[in-house]
């Protein structure tokens, strides 16, 4: 295994694949780093809480009360392995070594090779597109929710208030078709904030409701085998299912480098995201038991896929009606969030491509009554009109919440969290092939990739069931 740090070639070859920090002139620019344990923590929480955690309570039920809680506790076990791995990967060609990876495709990159890193990018880059359709289906349920909710509390909760989300859906994409020609990150700082504040704000409201419905009921609702089926194969693919389901709630190892370049020396950084990591997944950890076991302990078999969509609660009424506003809110910059790496590297990549291109290139000044001066370009319009019109498809043709997670959390949780950092982690540690540490790291490996084949079977599974039903 040979890294690939000196055979770097031209990205030309890597269309719509590396990042906008994956070149090494990038990697050089001096920058000053200000980032603490503190801010890392801030960072990491901010990144892994969000849709994801809305299906926990679905998940522990699936598995029960014994595998539910343990299988989130592993999770976050492996979670905290294997981003120790790749913060040690963070300079090249030791952790002490004087280049930086600012990004996870340029450590794939520096350690790999560029044909592993295509690979890498395949993945990232999937994983940032199913996000987005994710979260198209989410925003839409929610609002279906805040009709439904308010329905049944003017109609009583026996009525019939029924809605369907693809005019929400469609609503949605038009709506991230203006907010998709935002320029880039550095113009949208404002929007990743109120997304952060709102993925705390309908988590802890999730929370809140399933305590206080625990309380209301005077028990504590489920078993240890989780929801009975009729038969075992059932059993088996919703667990599997629910295995996906916690996978994507965890891994952040896709923007864990960035973190981690955020972070001043001394102490070597690698330290600093180490110790950030451990608190953030501690923290993350609780907040995540405490809302899959409290939704769990309060409805039991009827534990909703969607804990603040699946009305489980009807009162208080307003409170589900904001509740699902935050989700709606966070969603609309989580979208953005996901969907601007994807556009930046596209458009570097077309206009490399085709410098002469005025379809390309050319930026023409317009000016939009009520609305200041702007710059539009052809290509910036028309790319990213197709791809939230492609994302919106998608969602539309499979709106379901449960199983698309399950999908994107198996399908890429081996990958990007387990296998390229054991790799690079392999390379900079000069480890040879048969040795202890080899073998208890494969095997570790091998055991995670088992867990992401049976978490996408049984979600695929379950994504073609409920289209045919």
Not at 47 to 62: C, D, F, K, M, N
Not at 316 to 343: E, K, M, R, T
Not at 403 to 417: I, M, R, S, T, Y
Request: aromatic share 14%; charged share 15%; hydrophobic share 45%.
């Amino acid at each position: 295994m040979v890294g690939g740090g000196g055979e770097a070639k031209e990205d030309e070859q890597l269309p719509l694949l590396i990042s906008s920090s994956s070149t090494n002139e990038l990697s050089q620019q001096p920058l000053k780093r200000t980032g603490t344990i503190w801010t890392a923590v801030a960072h990491i929480i901010t990144g892994v809480i969000g849709a994801g955690v809305l299906s926990l309570a679905w998940s522990v039920a699936q598995l029960g009360w014994v595998a539910g809680p343990l299988f989130m506790l592993v999770f976050a076990a492996v979670t905290i392995l294997s981003n120790n791995l790749l913060s040690d990967c963070y300079r090249y060609p030791d952790s002490d070594g004087p280049t930086r990876s600012r990004s996870y495709l340029e450590a794939v990159k520096i350690y790999l090779g560029e044909k592993r890193q295509t690979v890498s990018a395949i993945f990232i880059h999937e994983s940032l597109y199913g996000t987005c359709i994710a979260y198209i289906i989410t925003a839409a349920s929610s609002v279906r929710a805040i009709q439904r909710s308010n329905c049944y509390h003017k109609e009583g909760h026996q009525a019939s208030c029924e809605y369907g989300t693809s005019i929400y859906m469609l609503l949605f994409g038009l709506f991230q078709i203006v907010v998709s020609q935002i320029p880039d990150f550095h113009n949208m700082e404002w929007l990743s904030t109120i997304a952060a504040i709102m993925s705390f704000t309908y988590a802890s409201i999730g929370l809140g409701l399933g305590f206080a419905k625990v309380i209301e009921n005077g028990r504590i609702q489920g078993s240890l085998g989780g929801v009975p089926t009729s038969n075992f194969a059932d059993k088996l693919w919703l667990a599997f299912q629910a295995l996906g389901d916690i996978a994507f709630a965890y891994p952040y190892s896709i923007i864990l480098l960035e973190i981690q370049d955020t972070l001043k020396s001394p102490p070597a950084e690698n330290k600093t995201m180490k110790k950030a990591s451990m608190v953030a997944i501690f923290v993350t950890t609780f907040f995540y038991l405490c809302c899959g076991c409290f939704g769990y302990a309060a409805f039991g078999n009827d534990t909703p896929g969607n804990l603040l969509t699946g009305f489980g609660f009807y009162e208080p009424y307003w409170l589900i009606d904001f509740a699902n506003a935050c989700i709606v809110l966070h969603l609309v910059g989580g979208y953005q969030v996901f969907s601007q790496p994807v556009f930046a590297v596209a458009e570097r990549w077309f206009s490399k491509k085709y410098p002469d291109s005025g379809f390309v290139n050319n930026f023409y000044s317009i000016k939009v009554p009520l609305l200041p001066r702007f710059q539009a370009n052809p290509f910036r319009l028309c790319f990213r009109t197709v791809y939230v019109v492609s994302t919106t498809g998608i969602a539309m043709l499979f709106p379901y919440f449960n199983q698309v997670l399950g999908v994107l959390g198996a399908l890429n949780f081996w990958p990007l969290a387990i296998y390229f950092p054991v790799e690079m982690y392999f390379v900079q540690k000069k480890i040879v092939s048969w040795t202890r540490k080899w073998i208890v790291l494969k095997a570790f490996s091998l055991v995670c990739f088992l867990v992401t084949v049976v978490g996408v079977i049984g979600s695929v599974q379950g994504l073609i069931s409920a289209k045919l039903s």
